[in-house]
């Protein structure tokens, strides 16, 4: 497994020249030149795909399956769409218009940003890595690609395998860790896109704004989900117990907590531990090859001082080993809004449960906090689910199922206020590195 090694400070201009210089030549105004280096995207995956597993296995004890759903597959889906349809997304439009505007043929395109910054998470060091690449590269766009030091394997193997696939002056990985961010922050670039958490989003915004760089900012949040008396409570436990386990808690659209009629909660705390019981059969979840770890051992801290802290019922679960970047899945019931486990996103396999009278009870706790990246709820009642989502804001809504969101081609995936602005996947992306350059032609006549 490669090293990872941090770019020297005084190197990351050069680099940025080096990429402004590439730009400038045109070499990416081809569409077929974007149509070779996003197929190349797709080889550098499939060639290595035991490599990344195995990477991701090192910084998260990632299973290789859950691998395949969380990060490559969502990529691949992202190389064939744009491989496919960037010839048609970058095509000259015509533009609407009223008749007298006829003679001057009023037109659009979408022209390229420039060179662009893509600051990398830990929590999907693939699928949120390459599938904006994906949309940088569609678009005409030189790249800069800021991974995250906290997954030290896979950011190493991304500076390894980058100049073996991609063009190598257009397509460039700086690693590191604070002092390389913050020597990268005080370029200009055309766009960033951020994904993260909202404190250093905030860092990231701020320094945008000395250049007036666009932004896009994918930050995650607490996502609810909301139950009724016509749930099907034994599916809803099954799905929302699912979501939280994924990656150990650490997705952004995962559901934090769950707002449950108060004659339900038995009942759906029973139901939890029920899945618990079978997914964990009959060696606990210690020692389950299908659960991954925490990322750092001072992300397992926090974790652990919430749990600590928080007033609510633990049902199971609660260990934490800092050393081994453990924490078991853990259930918690009777939780207030004013909490320690309401404080702040989880970002762990702890699910929140906390007991509301009704529906409008449910809608306002919503309401009063951060608008979140996902609302989901369970029902089959059509009226219910309106009724939520006609009265909250988020990036999305989900019924009857969680995650999956993210795994639906041609729907935009993106926040709303704390929860970010802008958009990821597809055409989407596509469009988040572009700009809509207008042309007329008036004749003289």
């Known amino acids: 497994m490669a090293t990872l090694t941090y770019t020297p400070v005084d190197d990351i201009p050069k680099v940025h020249a080096r990429a402004r210089a590439a730009f400038e030549s045109g070499k990416t105004k081809s569409v ?22 195995e990477a991701l296995k090192q910084d998260l004890g990632r299973p290789h399956l859950e691998t395949e759903f969380l990060d490559l597959s969502p990529v691949y889906i992202d190389v064939a769409k744009a491989y496919n349809s960037v010839e048609r997304w970058a095509a000259e439009q015509k533009a609407e218009f009223d008749l007298s505007f006829w003679a001057m043929g009023p037109k659009y395109r979408h022209e390229p940003k420039g060179v662009v910054l893509i600051i990398a998470p ?42 073996k696939y991609l063009d190598p002056e257009l397509y460039h990985v700086v690693n590191g860790g604070v002092p390389e961010t913050t020597k990268i922050l005080e370029l200009r670039w055309d766009h960033i896109m951020y994904t993260g958490n909202a404190r250093i989003a905030r860092i990231v915004a701020a ?45 952004c659209v995962c559901p934090e907590y769950v707002l449950v009629p108060e004659h339900l909660q038995d009942a759906f705390v029973d139901a939890v531990k029920d899945v618990y019981d079978e997914s964990f059969y009959p060696d606990g979840p210690e020692n389950s090859d299908s659960l991954g770890r925490i990322v750092g051992e001072s992300h397992v801290q926090r974790i652990k001082n919430l749990l600590d802290n928080t007033k609510g019922k633990i049902v199971f679960g609660g260990q934490v080993d800092v050393s081994k970047r453990y924490v078991a899945p853990t259930l918690v019931r009777d939780v207030s809004g004013d909490d320690s486990l309401m404080s702040e996103e989880i970002f762990g396999p702890v699910l929140v449960v906390i007991p509301v009278k009704d529906t409008d009870e449910a809608i306002r706790f919503i309401n009063s906090r951060d608008d979140p990246l996902v609302v989901y709820v369970f029902s089959q009642d059509k009226a219910f689910q309106s009724k939520v989502f006609n009265n909250t804001k988020s990036g999305s809504a989900v019924a009857n199922d969680t995650m999956i969101i993210v795994r639906v081609p041609g729907l935009p995936m993106g926040g709303v206020g704390a929860s970010g602005y802008g958009y990821y996947t597809g055409r989407d992306m596509f469009e988040q590195f572009t700009h809509k350059r207008a042309f007329i032609d008036n004749p003289s006549w």
């Not at 077929?32 to 035991?50: C, M, P, S, T």
């Not at 034994?234 to 650490?250: E, I, P």
């Open 122 to 163: 830990f929590n999907g060091p693939v699928v949120l890595t390459m599938s904006p690449i994906v949309g940088a590269i569609a678009a005409g766009c030189a790249m800069v690609l800021k991974p995250s030091e906290q997954t030290p394997a896979t950011s190493a193997l991304f500076a390894e395998l980058f100049p």
């Open 32 to 53: 077929a030149f974007r149509k070779e280096q996003i197929a190349q995207v797709g080889y550098l995956l499939k060639d290595n795909e035991l490599c990344l597993k």
């Open 207 to 251: 320094a945008a704004a000395k250049h007036l760089t666009p932004l896009t900012l994918e930050l995650g949040g607490k996502n609810p989900v909301v139950l009724d008396s016509k749930s099907d409570i034994k599916l809803a436990a099954k799905r929302v117990f699912w979501g939280r386990c994924l990656n150990s808690g650490q997705v």
